[in-house]
């Protein structure tokens, strides 16, 4: 890889300042100095900038405890990003595992691994999604069955793949499902006449939120667990 590409990767220098470091002489290359951004930098390498080593940054998997008042987006709006909670290198080549409504809560993943993310959002590969709703009015007795079943939303042709209602009160529910239809949650509990007043994530596939996580704290997630997350377990 050439030097000024190498410096564009591990880093958050442009490419303009990255010519303008190497021109300084802040760049050394295996104890030498070197100005030129050709120069072909091979494994094993040691790259300082200021005597501060330098390293590729690779594929990052991230668990974030979302608080309520941010967006998983990346577009300017009244909300803030979730991005904005991590504190990162290349922060732009982040993108959420999915996303999770403004005001709702709970585990959010962040990664650069495209195909890593396709694995987990697509519905062919039934990676349950758990969520914990608090409604405005209880539930109806047969609610367990109608969810089961797929409920036919407003605006969709095919009903929800079926999905388990687990009650933990009358007005508290855990539902599992295994898409990601805009505002699927919400739309559900709404078909039964029912408003979700808070929505709370706490487990992707394997994954569940660490506990030890305040809102708005993060981690990096272990290989295991990427490669759990990976295999759709």
Known sequence: MRLDKF????????????????????????????????????????????????????????MLN????????LKNSAYPSVMMLLDVDKRD????????DVDTTGLILITDDGQWTHRIISPRHQCDKVYVATLAEP????????????ILLNGEDKPTLPAVLERIDERTARLTIQ????HQVKRMFASLG???????RE????????????????RYLTPAEVQELAAGS
């Open 194 to 200: 029912n408003l979700v007043q808070a929505l709370h």
């Open 7 to 62: 410096l564009g990767e591990s880093t958050d220098l442009s490419r303009t300042d990255a010519r303008k470091v190497l021109k300084s002489g802040e760049i050394t290359v295996n104890g030498e100095m070197v100005n030129q951004g050709s120069h072909v930098i091979k494994e094993g390498d040691v790259v300082l900038w200021d005597d501060e080593p330098l390293a590729l940054i690779g594929l990052r998997y991230i």
């Open 66 to 73: 979302k608080p309520a008042g941010y967006e998983c987006s």
């Open 139 to 150: 539930l109806p007795d047969n609610a367990e069955a109608i969810f089961q079943a797929g």
């Open 203 to 218: 487990r992707i596939g394997s994954l569940v939120l660490d506990d030890s996580l305040e809102p708005g704290e993060s």
């Open 93 to 100: 080549r982040l993108r959420t595992v999915g996303r999770l």
């Open 179 to 182: 898409e990601g239809k805009y």
